[in-house]
């Protein structure tokens, strides 16, 4: 069940009607168990066969956070450091098995293992993990109810694609019961509404030309290799955002509020930067649980370490993608972008992006923007690739500049059928989120919810939006991350 | 010694890893609290204090911290 299908807006409709009913009394408990089971009625809709998998899960980490708090509490720091390595090796374990397995098995008539991938397992494994090393490192006590510990791991707005949750800021949030509120309702609705733009009128709209190159690039010229490989970073930056951004604005509605997973990266001045504001929920997860560990064990090498650190984590990114040498090396690629960061310094410095001459980003930061896009642009030719030689046949072909010819970019533009409109709704998308940078999303304006004047506006937004999505919405596919 | 021997000296580490002219400390400020007390940084500010007091910290105690008072306790644990 598709978070953008009729069926979908059916489920939550009832769900969420039937939320907000509680009586003042139990309220918390009630809403919890109807979520609960919300989640798990959404999870076997989508994968009954992987149910099992996360019910099993939920059950050994809680009582693997039970076990090692109780050792915390009696001073038996070789036994709780023992439980959390069993912890990380079950979970790291189950994801790698399913992850790679596949990959060293030979293909038969249905195709290889991998495509049994439990749906969603990196991101509740993620949560999984991250919660018995916060128990284990003391920063949260282990969670006694068993309903609200199965709910942190399998909230069914961020079970399939995430954004990943710490249950330090989670947790608290499922112990009081959750009153309507109107202006995080609206701003949720807002949230969904952005979303469903990026996904259904740009990501949507750029998917089948750029799958149509890809899947036979030779035929392709070297223009309309490179134009797909610049195009590239919106489609997915469009599918991965606006799905978080379906997922966030949904939890508001049920007046939860979950981890941020984007915060504008199109407008990073460096690498460093980019990676700060790209899949945030991961990379914050990476840095506190892999690089922040690897960082301290290398502290005493200085700067060598800092990349040392640096390069593993981000390496182990790129492989958490997939079973494929492409993945690695996008890591990898990524990792040694950092170095000279590292060593200049400005790996640390983070200067507020101001705004210029009539409004715009100053010359200097726009030129940073501008390189490190290509730079991310370049990276993502590996990611997209089926293999890595075919990865360098493409960034060789397309770097030919001297063999780009116009003729053929119009030629496969018209084939693939993309609308003559496409620039359009990626034009919106840079200067809404430019103008409204400092906001979770470019349609936040939840300052005077309720209000008359709020009705008035909040009216034409939904309205605008809506027409923008009928008139301009593409083929609606499935969200990219659902295969990691 | 008490956490609030440690801060002046604290401070002034903490002035030079983060490249301040002044920091407010106190037994819960957080890496929240100061905008260029990151990751990276965090690490940095941990060789330093090791540096300067001439103690060792565990990993277990590094990933502990959860503001600058427990920090604190833990330089006046190792130098007595």
Same mark, same amino acid.
């Given at each position: 069940m598709s978070v953008i299908s009729w069926s979908f807006l059916a489920f939550f409709a009832v769900l969420s009607g039937v939320y907000y009913l509680p009586p003042v009394r139990r309220r918390a408990q009630a809403q919890n168990i109807l979520l609960l089971l919300g989640s798990f009625v959404f999870y076997g809709i989508a994968d009954l066969k992987a149910l099992p998998l996360l019910a099993a899960s939920v059950i050994v980490f809680y009582f693997l956070g039970l076990a090692v708090e109780r050792a915390i509490k009696k001073e038996e720091w070789r036994r709780a450091a023992l439980l959390r390595a069993a912890g990380v090796c079950l979970g790291t374990g189950t994801l790698l098995g399913f992850k790679y397995l596949g990959a060293f098995l030979p293909a038969n008539g249905s195709g290889t293992l991998r495509i049994l991938l439990p749906l969603g397992l990196s991101f509740y494994t993620f949560r999984l993990i991250g919660y018995l090393i916060d128990v284990y490192r003391e920063k949260i006590p282990a969670e006694k109810d068993p309903i609200r510990f199965a709910l942190f791991v399998s909230f069914f707005p961020t079970l399939v694609s995430g954004p990943i949750d710490r249950a330090g800021k989670f947790l608290p949030q499922l112990r009081e019961g959750r009153l309507f509120d109107y202006g995080l309702a609206m701003d949720g609705f807002f949230q969904v509404l952005w979303g469903l733009f990026e996904k259904m009128c740009i990501a949507d709209n750029l998917a089948p030309f750029t799958g149509m190159v890809w899947a036979?690039? $030779?035929?392709?010229g070297s223009l309309t290799l490179a134009f797909t490989a610049l195009l590239y970073p919106i489609q997915i930056y469009a599918d991965f955002d606006g799905y978080s951004h379906i997922t966030i604005g949904l939890s508001k509605f049920l007046g939860i509020k979950v981890a941020r997973n984007f915060d504008h990266p199109f407008f990073s001045r460096n690498i460093a930067e980019y990676w700060r504001k790209w899949h945030m929920s991961l990379t914050s997860w990476l840095t506190d649980y892999v690089f922040t560990p690897l960082s301290v064990s290398f502290r005493n090498l200085g700067k060598v370490g800092i990349c040392l650190a640096v390069v593993i984590t981000f390496t182990l990114i790129g492989m958490w993608h997939g079973a494929d040498w492409t993945f690695a090396l996008f890591g990898l690629y990524h990792g040694l972008l950092y170095i000279p960061l590292v060593f200049s310094g400005s790996f640390q410095k983070r200067r507020k992006l101001k705004a210029g001459k009539w409004g715009l980003p100053a010359i200097g930061d726009m030129a940073g923007m501008m390189l490190t896009y290509l730079l991310v642009a370049l990276g993502l030719v590996l990611f997209r690739a089926p293999g890595v030689s075919e990865a360098v046949s493409y960034a060789c072909r397309m770097l +030919?500049?001297? +063999?780009? /010819? =116009?003729y053929d970019l119009v030629v496969a533009l018209l084939n693939a059928r993309i609308p003559l409109f496409f620039p359009l709704p990626i034009l919106v998308l840079f200067l809404l989120e430019w103008a409204r940078?400092? /906001? $979770?999303? =470019?349609?936040?304006?939840? $300052?005077? +919810?309720?209000?008359g004047k709020s009705m008035v506006l909040d009216s034409c937004i939904t309205v605008s939006m809506l027409m923008a999505i009928i008139l301009l919405q593409g083929h609606t596919g499935s969200f990219i991350y659902f295969n990691f | 010694m008490t956490r609030k021997d440690i801060y002046p000296r604290l401070g002034a580490i903490m002035c030079e890893v983060f490249d301040l002219d002044s920091v407010d400390i106190n037994d819960t400020t957080t890496a929240d609290d100061i905008p260029e007390w990151d990751s990276l940084s965090h690490i940095q500010l941990v060789v330093a204090v090791e540096k300067a007091f001439g103690i060792k910290f565990s990993s277990r105690e590094i990933m502990r911290w959860q503001n600058v008072g427990e920090l604190a306790d833990s330089v006046i644990a190792k130098i007595g």
């Open positions: 036979q690039p $030779e035929q392709s +030919a500049v001297g +063999a780009w /010819k =116009p940078r400092d /906001k $979770e999303h =470019p349609l936040q304006h939840c $300052e005077n +919810a309720g209000s | -």
